[in-house]
């Protein structure tokens, strides 16, 4: 059974880091693309990173993303993570893992992607 299941969501300040966690299961990430995405209460879910290791390896991020986000595999434990530094208000929002997608034409898009975790909260207070 394919499985993906997230943490390291929680409430912090402008400014703070957090480094949040997908563990997968039923598949392998060192042979996958895999993605973050991210949800706030009333808007559409959005990329924010993804990674390929196929080919030599390749990451991208949503401008939004850019300079401040990093994503990571741990191949040996079949993890992906998402590295959040000086974190804002609008980063807020429900993060979810997401793999078995593709990135097309430098977007990542959620409609690509066919397996998805449950989702682990982010807050950022001002």
């Known amino acids: 059974q394919v499985r993906l299941v997230e943490s390291g969501g929680d409430s912090v300040q402008a400014g703070g880091s957090l480094r949040l966690s997908c563990a997968a299961s039923g598949l392998s990430v060192s042979s996958n693309c895999v993605g973050w995405f991210r949800q706030a209460p009333g808007k559409e879910r959005e990329g924010v990173a993804a990674?390929?290791?196929?080919?030599?390896?390749?990451?991208y991020y949503a401008d939004s993303a850019k300079r401040r986000f990093t994503i990571s595999l741990d191949n040996a434990k079949n993890m992906v993570y998402l590295q959040m530094n000086n974190l804002k208000p609008e980063d807020t929002g429900m993060y979810y893992c997401a793999a078995d997608g593709d990135v097309v034409v430098g977007r990542i898009l959620p409609e690509v992607f066919r397996t998805w975790g449950q989702g682990t909260q982010v807050t950022v207070s001002s």
């Open positions: 990674i390929y290791t196929i080919g030599g390896g390749s990451t």
